[in-house]
């Protein structure tokens, strides 16, 4: 496992929260354990991701938001990058809604120890 790639799924997920929450926000890292697997949530009290855009979020070049000021809007490549990276690892991506409001990322990759390359 490329822990490096793992590192860069986590930084580009929180910098979308960063771009699309208010300033002030609340976002969240959880690991757990689940049987062989190791899920990662990062959640975030934003405004939440529409239905319709949930499906399409992780294809190349998509961006949900064109609102936000394009000094910050993204190239939609990011969310993609994630997806590959994760399924190259053998695991999976998901969003979800944060009840009352806002959005879940979480990924799953197979438990085992990793060694880090400074």
Do not use: W
């Not at 490329?2 to 930084?11: A, E, K, N």
């Not at 499906?55 to 993204?74: C, L, N, P």
């Amino acid at each position: 496992m490329d822990s490096r790639l793992i590192i860069q799924v986590i930084i580009n997920i929180v910098d979308n929260a960063l771009k699309y929450t208010p300033k002030g926000s609340k976002i969240e890292i959880y690991a757990r354990k689940e049987n062989q697997m190791i899920a990662i949530s990062i959640a975030d009290n934003g405004k939440g991701i529409a239905d319709c855009a949930k499906e399409k979020i992780f294809d190349m070049f998509y961006t949900a938001d064109s609102k936000v000021a394009d000094s910050r809007r993204g190239l939609g490549l990011g969310l993609f990058l994630c997806k590959s990276i994760i399924q190259a690892h053998g695991g999976t991506i998901q969003v979800a809604d944060n009840v009352p409001h806002g959005t879940i990322f979480t990924f799953t990759l197979q438990a085992e120890e990793v060694t880090l390359n400074e």
